[in-house]
Nanobody
Framework: QVQLVESGGGLVQPGGSLRLSCAAS????????VSWYRQAPGKERELVAS????????NYADFVKGRFTISRINAKNTGYLQMNSLKPDDTAVYYC????????????WGKGTLVTVSS
C-alpha cells in the first residue's frame, strides 16, 4: 500500500521559513516525480513545484520562484519543500504528489499539511 505523509507545516510569521517533508512508502520512490501542490480556502488546488525522480530537473510556479526550493533524498524515500520569505498569501494546505514517470496512472497523494503565515 502506497502512502505519502506530509509533515512540517505550522504557524509562521511573514518573512519566516518552514521545511515540509513528504515521506513515501510502498513504492520505488526514485521512479516517481514528486510535486507539491497547495490549496487555499475557497481556491483551487495549484501546483507549487515539482522534481523529477532522479532529482535532476525542477520546476516552480512563478509565485514561489526564488523563495521555495524543492528537493529529494531517494535513499530516504523523502521529498522536501524549503519555503523561505513566506507571505500571508502562502497560507494553504500543502499536498505532496508522487506520479510514476512512465505510468502516469500511478498517481498518489498525501493528506496535506497546513501552513499558516500570519503575524
Amino acid at each position: 500500500q502506497v502512502q505519502l505523509v506530509e509533515s512540517g507545516g505550522g504557524l509562521v510569521q511573514p518573512g519566516g521559513s518552514l521545511r515540509l517533508s513528504c515521506a513515501a512508502s510502498g513504492l520505488t520512490f526514485s521512479l516517481y516525480a514528486v510535486s507539491w501542490y497547495r490549496q487555499a480556502p475557497g481556491k483551487e488546488r495549484e501546483l507549487v513545484a515539482s522534481i523529477t525522480g532522479a532529482g535532476t530537473d525542477t520546476n516552480y510556479a512563478d509565485f514561489v520562484k526564488g523563495r521555495f526550493t524543492i528537493s529529494r533524498i531517494n535513499a530516504k524515500n523523502t521529498g522536501y519543500l524549503q519555503m523561505n520569505s513566506l507571505k500571508p498569501d502562502d497560507t494553504a494546505v500543502y499536498y505532496c504528489n508522487a506520479r510514476h514517470a512512465t505510468f502516469g496512472v500511478l498517481d498518489y497523494w498525501g493528506k496535506g499539511t497546513l501552513v499558516t503565515v500570519s503575524s
